[in-house]
T-cell receptor, first 112, second 114 residues
């Protein structure tokens, strides 16, 4: 019940295409869903986050879609660029708690 | 702004040796975390702290110890290194808990135990 399942493990997209990464959770008490981006040799950094009171959140080319009934959320990267090549982690938590549960990560490669 | 600083960047240990991974932050954050990252496994929480003098176990605490004597520092101690502890270790801090504020990560320590 504490797991967050992330897919795919790796993703190759052409420049200008749409990258889609999916996550699923089981615990309905989770109410904070962030995405972290990690470049090689660096620590992860918060990219965008959503709470379940909205179904979508957009920041620039990055969008989180949230489906509460299906217990799924996804990251969409529009007009993918080579600079987006990184590993992406979804995560989940209870509001106002101390810990995040991370997914297993997706390695995204965007080719020119 | 330094943010979260981890030292060393790389380390090779022999089985049974001990070492301390250092982590310091200059953002006056109360919350600090230690994660390990293994290929295909994501980030697993080892220990965390909600303030100076307070620490608690995460998902994978066995083989590790921590202390938090100051707000700034949160060292991670490996007492008897084992090959299973070969990993990349990340320290992170946040203003509030990880459930409602961003985690700020250091750049990691790559540890190999042989």
């Amino acid at each position: 019940q504490q797991q967050v399942k992330q897919s795919p493990q790796s993703l190759i997209v052409q420049k200008g295409g749409i990258s889609i990464i999916n996550c699923a959770y089981e615990n309905t008490a989770f109410d904070y869903f962030p995405w972290y981006q990690q470049f090689p040799g660096k620590g992860p950094a918060l990219l965008i986050a959503i709470r379940p009171d909205v179904s979508e959140k957009k920041e620039g080319r990055f969008t989180i879609s949230f489906n509460k009934s299906a217990k799924q959320f996804s990251l969409h990267i529009m007009d993918s660029q080579p600079g987006d090549s990184a590993t992406y982690f979804c995560a989940a938590s209870y509001y106002n708690t101390d810990k995040l549960i991370f997914g297993t990560g997706t390695r995204l490669q965007v080719f020119p | 702004n330094a943010g979260v600083t981890q030292t060393p960047k790389f380390r090779i240990l022999k089985i049974g040796q001990s070492m301390t991974l250092q982590c310091t932050q200059d953002m006056n954050h109360n919350y600090m975390y230690w994660y390990r990252q293994d290929p295909g496994m994501g980030l697993k929480l080892i220990y965390y702290s909600v303030g100076a003098g307070i620490t608690d176990k995460g998902e994978v605490p066995n083989g590790y110890n921590v202390s938090r004597s100051t707000t700034e520092d949160f060292p991670l101690r490996l007492e008897l290194a084992a090959p299973s502890q070969t990993s990349v270790y990340f320290c992170a801090s946040s203003y509030g808990g990880a459930g409602n504020s961003p985690l700020h990560f250091g750049n990691g320590t790559r540890l190999t135990v042989t």
